[in-house]
Nanobody, 129 residues
Framework: QVQLVESGGGLAQPGGSLRLSCAAS????????MSWARQAPGKGLEWVGG????????YYPPSVEGRFTISRDNSENMLYLEMNGLIPDDTALYYC??????????????????????WGQGTQVTVSS
Protein backbone atom coordinates (compact mmCIF):
# COMPACT_ATOMS: atom_id res chain seq x y z
CA GLN A 1 0.00 0.00 0.00
CA VAL A 2 1.01 3.63 -0.33
CA GLN A 3 3.31 4.87 2.40
CA LEU A 4 4.64 8.38 2.84
CA VAL A 5 7.04 8.99 5.72
CA GLU A 6 8.24 12.50 6.49
CA SER A 7 11.38 13.34 8.43
CA GLY A 8 13.73 16.23 9.09
CA GLY A 9 11.56 18.49 11.19
CA GLY A 10 12.76 20.16 14.34
CA LEU A 11 13.50 23.47 15.97
CA ALA A 12 15.03 26.26 13.91
CA GLN A 13 15.83 29.87 14.68
CA PRO A 14 14.29 32.67 12.65
CA GLY A 15 16.34 33.08 9.50
CA GLY A 16 17.51 29.49 9.73
CA SER A 17 17.06 26.52 7.44
CA LEU A 18 15.68 23.01 7.54
CA ARG A 19 15.42 20.26 4.96
CA LEU A 20 12.44 17.93 5.10
CA SER A 21 12.37 14.54 3.43
CA CYS A 22 9.52 12.27 2.43
CA ALA A 23 10.17 8.61 1.70
CA ALA A 24 7.56 7.15 -0.63
CA SER A 25 6.70 3.51 -1.26
CA UNK A 26 3.92 1.33 -2.58
CA UNK A 27 3.36 3.13 -5.89
CA UNK A 28 5.18 4.20 -9.02
CA UNK A 29 6.64 7.40 -7.61
CA UNK A 30 7.54 9.15 -10.87
CA UNK A 31 3.96 8.74 -12.15
CA UNK A 32 2.58 11.18 -9.61
CA UNK A 33 3.00 14.82 -8.75
CA MET A 34 3.73 15.45 -5.11
CA SER A 35 3.14 18.35 -2.77
CA TRP A 36 4.03 19.61 0.64
CA ALA A 37 1.38 21.12 2.88
CA ARG A 38 1.34 22.35 6.45
CA GLN A 39 -1.05 22.92 9.28
CA ALA A 40 -0.36 25.32 12.10
CA PRO A 41 -2.15 25.01 15.46
CA GLY A 42 -5.69 26.30 15.17
CA LYS A 43 -5.39 26.91 11.43
CA GLY A 44 -6.45 25.13 8.28
CA LEU A 45 -4.38 23.11 5.88
CA GLU A 46 -2.07 25.25 3.70
CA TRP A 47 -0.41 24.10 0.49
CA VAL A 48 3.27 25.12 0.39
CA GLY A 49 4.31 23.77 -2.98
CA GLY A 50 4.19 20.99 -5.52
CA UNK A 51 6.30 19.28 -8.15
CA UNK A 52 5.41 17.38 -11.31
CA UNK A 53 5.99 13.64 -11.44
CA UNK A 54 9.02 14.05 -13.69
CA UNK A 55 10.37 16.91 -11.59
CA UNK A 56 10.36 19.39 -14.47
CA UNK A 57 8.19 22.02 -12.81
CA UNK A 58 7.59 23.30 -9.32
CA TYR A 59 4.95 25.64 -7.96
CA TYR A 60 4.70 27.64 -4.75
CA PRO A 61 2.29 30.02 -3.05
CA PRO A 62 3.46 33.60 -2.44
CA SER A 63 3.91 32.90 1.27
CA VAL A 64 6.95 30.68 0.62
CA GLU A 65 8.04 31.61 -2.92
CA GLY A 66 11.78 32.33 -2.93
CA ARG A 67 12.33 30.72 0.47
CA PHE A 68 11.21 27.12 -0.04
CA THR A 69 12.40 24.72 -2.73
CA ILE A 70 10.84 21.38 -3.58
CA SER A 71 12.81 18.66 -5.29
CA ARG A 72 12.52 14.94 -5.86
CA ASP A 73 14.75 11.99 -6.58
CA ASN A 74 12.72 9.53 -8.59
CA SER A 75 15.50 6.95 -8.49
CA GLU A 76 15.24 6.88 -4.69
CA ASN A 77 11.49 7.58 -4.34
CA MET A 78 12.27 10.63 -2.24
CA LEU A 79 10.66 14.07 -2.01
CA TYR A 80 12.38 17.02 -0.38
CA LEU A 81 11.51 20.46 0.93
CA GLU A 82 14.40 22.85 1.46
CA MET A 83 13.28 25.70 3.72
CA ASN A 84 15.40 28.82 4.07
CA GLY A 85 14.76 32.17 5.71
CA LEU A 86 12.42 30.55 8.20
CA ILE A 87 10.01 32.78 10.10
CA PRO A 88 7.85 32.01 13.15
CA ASP A 89 4.77 31.79 10.90
CA ASP A 90 6.36 28.72 9.27
CA THR A 91 5.78 26.82 12.51
CA ALA A 92 3.47 23.93 11.63
CA LEU A 93 3.12 20.23 11.08
CA TYR A 94 4.41 19.56 7.56
CA TYR A 95 2.98 16.83 5.36
CA CYS A 96 3.88 15.33 2.04
CA UNK A 97 0.98 14.34 -0.17
CA UNK A 98 0.56 12.21 -3.28
CA UNK A 99 -1.43 13.76 -6.11
CA UNK A 100 -3.83 11.89 -8.38
CA UNK A 101 -1.73 12.16 -11.52
CA UNK A 102 1.67 13.28 -12.85
CA UNK A 103 0.61 16.86 -13.62
CA UNK A 104 -2.04 17.41 -10.96
CA UNK A 105 -1.08 19.82 -8.17
CA UNK A 106 -4.15 20.97 -6.24
CA UNK A 107 -3.46 24.05 -4.17
CA UNK A 108 -5.79 23.05 -1.33
CA UNK A 109 -7.90 26.16 -1.67
CA UNK A 110 -10.77 24.12 -0.30
CA UNK A 111 -8.65 22.96 2.61
CA UNK A 112 -9.78 19.40 1.94
CA UNK A 113 -7.25 16.58 2.32
CA UNK A 114 -9.27 14.60 -0.23
CA UNK A 115 -7.74 16.69 -3.01
CA UNK A 116 -4.76 14.38 -2.62
CA UNK A 117 -4.98 10.62 -2.56
CA UNK A 118 -2.52 9.93 0.23
CA TRP A 119 -0.82 11.77 3.06
CA GLY A 120 2.05 11.13 5.40
CA GLN A 121 1.83 11.50 9.16
CA GLY A 122 3.70 14.78 9.20
CA THR A 123 6.85 16.20 10.75
CA GLN A 124 6.83 19.13 13.15
CA VAL A 125 8.70 22.32 12.32
CA THR A 126 9.05 24.96 15.01
CA VAL A 127 10.66 28.31 14.32
CA SER A 128 11.55 30.18 17.46
CA SER A 129 14.41 32.05 19.05
Amino acid sequence: QVQLVESGGGLAQPGGSLRLSCAASGFSFSDYAMSWARQAPGKGLEWVGGIFGDGTSTYYPPSVEGRFTISRDNSENMLYLEMNGLIPDDTALYYCAKARGPWSIPTLISGQRSEYSDWGQGTQVTVSS
